[in-house]
């Protein structure tokens, strides 16, 4: 019998949180990717590797396993959804590093479960190889999200508006509680069942935090904190996650969903991607305050255990909403900081750093490669772009680095400003080329966006926006 090491605690705390599940298996499972580094980090045993195909299709199913789709309601795009659940994911099990960390490892793709309605349960290829290129190429850009350990091709058809190869995607995060599991508990006015998630929750996520005299608050505050941090790395990078729907906005702060995001090649705080999102509520610019918004719907979630009286709680979870405006503002003016080789702080930060998104937004700047332009620009002495109001703006900035040496300004921009990113044309290419059976460009871009900050010969092309003509690009939900 097939061991992982498992030690299950969401099933073990929380029954009435999910249903038992058995993966479907599939006909001819074959390995895609194997996340090598991942698996070493993880500390799991050699037998993973070894039969990575049957393990994370689902058709072996570890002994020390207790499969299970977790159940949780979601805000989406606004309107509430009071049951929806994994319906096409289990959670294998749960693992413990080397280090001591906790994560989930889950499957998605893995067929159909009671949550799945009217849904066939599985996912095509394209779609989770992206997952997978998409979420390796955040974490080495410094972003909480979650990870991709193995992708498998199942050997069968999935049906969508064509015939696709199937997949299945195993995945890794620090666990899957969204704010969506808190609604599911809140929505059956179960305070009992609330207050053990918030434990769980503490429990996973800042232990220090279990004994203070308020959990809910302080798991209120610690979910605030993380989430301010993960959108100031989305907006830093102009990465648009495109359907921040409650149910995938985690407790544990990882970026949770890749379906339809993208990244911004022109600088446009309106950009959206997603086929669905026709009134841009996900738009780029927009992401900020939907986590405050999905926070204010956590909050409501927490009221009655925040404090008896729901005026002062009202009142309580307000300030933790309030403090997640400000540490998102600080957040924002100090990646921007950052990205312009700024050191310490001055009054006209603010000012300067959003006088030159209003030009790059005016002149339909190449968000990524403007930033790497501005450091190229300091070390040849020649100015990034040659018009007056550029030149204008160069000048502040010029006078606001002062003395310091040009290059080691330059230097620290580069370490923060990627020179590659997951370029949305060149996903699409690579995902193709995968579909039909070459695995190689795939291979090659993901080599290229392991070191996203570092100039490597012959990936010139990867750090090139889309051409002109390539029109708008559209991505999609639920694939
Ligand atoms: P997502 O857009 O991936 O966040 O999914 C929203 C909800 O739809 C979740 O409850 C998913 O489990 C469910 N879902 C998405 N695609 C499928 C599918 N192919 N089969 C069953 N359920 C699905
Ligand atoms: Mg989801």
């Keep these: 019998m097939v061991q992982l090491g498992f030690?299950?605690?969401?099933?073990?705390?929380?029954?009435?949180?999910?249903?038992?599940?058995?993966?479907?298996?599939?006909?001819?499972?074959?390995?895609?990717?194997?996340?090598?580094?991942?698996?070493?980090?993880?500390?799991?045993?050699?037998?993973?590797?070894?039969?990575?195909?049957?393990?994370?299709?689902?058709?072996?199913?570890?002994?020390?396993?207790?499969?299970?789709?977790?159940?949780?309601?979601?805000?989406?795009?606004?309107?509430?959804?009071?049951?929806?659940?994994?319906g096409r994911a289990l959670l294998l099990g749960e693992v413990v590093d080397p280090r001591g960390e906790r994560w989930d490892i889950h499957l998605k793709g893995s067929g159909r479960t009671v949550f799945s309605r009217g849904g066939d349960g599985l996912a095509p290829m394209g779609p989770v190889l992206r997952e997978y290129l998409v979420s390796e190429a955040m974490y080495h850009l410094g972003v909480p999200t979650t990870r991709v350990l193995a992708t498998v091709k199942t050997g069968e058809t999935v049906y969508r508006d064509r015939p696709l190869p199937g997949?299945?995607?195993?995945?890794?995060?620090?666990?899957?509680?969204?704010?969506g599991t808190f609604e599911l508990c809140a929505s059956r006015g179960d305070v009992d069942g609330l207050r053990r998630l918030v434990a769980y929750a503490l429990e996973r996520h800042g232990p220090a935090l279990a004994d203070g005299d308020n959990p809910a608050m302080a798991l209120l505050d610690a979910v605030a904190e993380r989430q301010s941090r993960l959108?100031?790395?989305w907006m830093s990078l102009g990465f648009v996650h495109g359907v921040m729907n409650t149910d995938n906005f985690?407790?544990?702060?990882?970026?949770?969903?890749?379906?339809?995001?993208?990244?911004?090649?022109?600088?446009?705080?309106?950009?959206?991607?997603?086929?669905?999102?026709?009134?841009?509520?996900?738009?780029?610019?927009?992401?900020?305050?939907?986590?405050?918004?999905?926070?204010?719907?956590?909050?409501?979630?927490?009221?009655?255990?925040?404090d008896d009286d729901t005026d002062r709680a009202i009142e309580r979870a307000q300030g933790a909403l309030e403090r997640f405006a400000a540490t998102y503002r600080e957040r924002r003016l100090a990646r921007l900081r950052d990205?312009?080789?700024?050191?310490?702080?001055?009054?006209?930060?603010?000012?300067?750093?959003?006088?030159?998104?209003?030009?790059?937004?005016?002149?339909?700047?190449?968000?990524?490669?403007?930033?790497?332009?501005?450091?190229?620009?300091?070390?040849?002495?020649?100015?990034?772009?040659?018009?007056?109001?550029?030149?204008?703006?160069?000048a502040r900035w010029k006078a606001r680095l002062g003395a310091d040496d040009p290059r080691d300004a330059a230097a620290r921009m580069d370490?923060?400003?990627?020179?590659?990113?997951?370029?949305?044309?060149?996903?699409?290419?690579?995902?193709?080329?995968?579909?039909?059976?070459?695995?190689?460009?795939?291979?090659?871009?993901?080599?290229?966006?392991?070191?996203?900050?570092?100039?490597?010969?012959?990936?010139?092309?990867?750090?090139?926006?889309?051409?002109?003509d390539a029109g708008r690009y559209v991505t999609f939900c639920g694939t």
Excluded at 74 to 82: A, K, Y
Excluded at 276 to 303: C, K, M, V
Excluded at 443 to 462: I, K, N, S, T
């Design 7 to 86: 030690d299950n605690t969401y099933a073990r705390a929380l029954a009435g949180l999910y249903e038992p599940v058995q993966p479907a298996g599939f006909r001819a499972p074959e390995l895609l990717t194997f996340n090598s580094a991942l698996f070493v980090a993880l500390g799991l045993p050699a037998v993973v590797e070894a039969r990575a195909a049957e393990i994370f299709s689902g058709n072996l199913v570890p002994g020390d396993a207790q499969p299970l789709a977790m159940a949780y309601a979601g805000h989406q795009f606004g309107g509430f959804s009071p049951l929806l659940g994994d």
């Design 167 to 179: 997949a299945v995607l195993a995945r890794v995060a620090r666990s899957h509680l969204r704010v």
């Design 231 to 233: 959108v100031a790395a």
């Design 250 to 306: 985690t407790i544990s702060g990882e970026t949770l969903d890749y379906g339809p995001c993208a990244f911004i090649d022109r600088y446009d705080p309106d950009a959206v991607f997603s086929s669905i999102d026709h009134g841009g509520r996900y738009a780029y610019s927009n992401q900020p305050g939907i986590a405050q918004w999905n926070l204010a719907r956590f909050a409501e979630t927490l009221l009655a255990l925040i």
């Design 339 to 394: 990205k312009l080789g700024l050191t310490g702080e001055a009054q006209g930060d603010p000012s300067l750093t959003d006088d030159l998104l209003a030009y790059m937004r005016a002149t339909r700047r190449d968000f990524t490669g403007t930033f790497r332009a501005l450091a190229e620009s300091l070390r040849a002495g020649t100015p990034a772009f040659d018009d007056a109001d550029f030149r204008a703006w160069e």
């Design 415 to 468: 370490r923060v400003n990627p020179l590659y990113i997951p370029r949305n044309h060149q996903v699409e290419r690579v995902l193709a080329a995968a579909v039909e059976g070459d695995m190689a460009p795939f291979r090659e871009m993901m080599a290229v966006l392991e070191h996203p900050f570092d100039a490597q010969e012959g990936a010139e092309a990867y750090a090139e926006p889309a051409p002109d």
